[in-house]
Antibody
């Protein structure tokens, strides 16, 4: 069964840092691009970041560029999101999602994790 | 960046109704358009990819059409389990979501 399991969310003060992880199973992890998508309370979906299968190509939304870093460890089938300089507006459920097309950062998000909540507050 | 605009932002409908949701891109995205369904407290679920390709397991009452800048998600006969929020998403250039359409019970 294809599965994604996020962890690492929690309460952090403004200006603080947090690292999210996403453990993947049931598919050839290194063959697919992966992404983070977030959803603020009561709001819509916002694409955050994506990474190619090899980890070389990375992409970021404007709201997180320069503060968030996406990475992956294909030997551990794990995706990461390092977040620094966190702001109140970063408060959201963060979902890990698999992209449907092999090898490139494109296509649909065909598998989603259950999400992990990040709350930025003093 | 490509902007995705969904309309309406919400709608009320009855079981059995035909429902249409539209999504407009700020520039042509060919058919690089996907649709998702999200229920409260749950992760989104992919319904339709490449504008009109129904995902395995998705009910046949869902259909998608369009290309270029204008796209449509149609539910031919609304069922109780279809009350949810629907999002479009483009993958022509990076990855952007529309603002969502909440389908509520009338």
């Amino acid at each position: 069964e294809v599965q994604l399991l996020e962890s690492g969310g929690g309460l952090v003060q403004p200006g603080g840092s947090l690292r999210l992880s996403c453990a993947a199973s049931g598919f050839t992890f290194s063959s697919y691009a992966m992404s983070w998508v977030r959803q603020a309370p009561g709001k819509g979906l916002e694409w955050v970041s994506a990474i190619g299968g090899s980890g070389v190509s990375t992409y970021y939304g404007d709201s997180v560029k320069g503060r968030f870093t996406i990475s992956r460890d294909n030997s551990k089938n794990t995706l990461y999101l390092q977040m620094i300089s966190l702001r109140a507006e970063d408060t959201a459920v963060y979902y890990c999602a698999k992209l449907s097309r092999r090898g490139i950062v494109s296509g649909a998000f065909d598998v989603w994790g259950q999400g992990t909540m990040v709350t930025v507050s003093s | 960046d490509i902007q995705m605009t969904q309309s309406p932002s919400s709608l009320s409908a009855s079981v059995g109704d035909r429902v249409t949701i539209t999504c407009r891109a700020s520039q042509s995205i060919n058919n690089y358009l996907n649709w998702y369904q999200q229920k409260p407290g749950k992760a989104p679920k992919l319904l339709i990819s490449a504008a009109s390709s129904l995902q395995s397991g998705a009910p046949s009452r869902f259909s998608g059409s369009g290309s270029g800048t204008d796209f449509t998600l149609t539910i031919s006969s609304l069922q109780p389990e279809d009350f949810a929020t629907y999002y479009c998403q483009q993958s022509f250039s990076t990855l952007t979501f529309g603002g969502g359409t909440k389908v509520e019970i009338k």
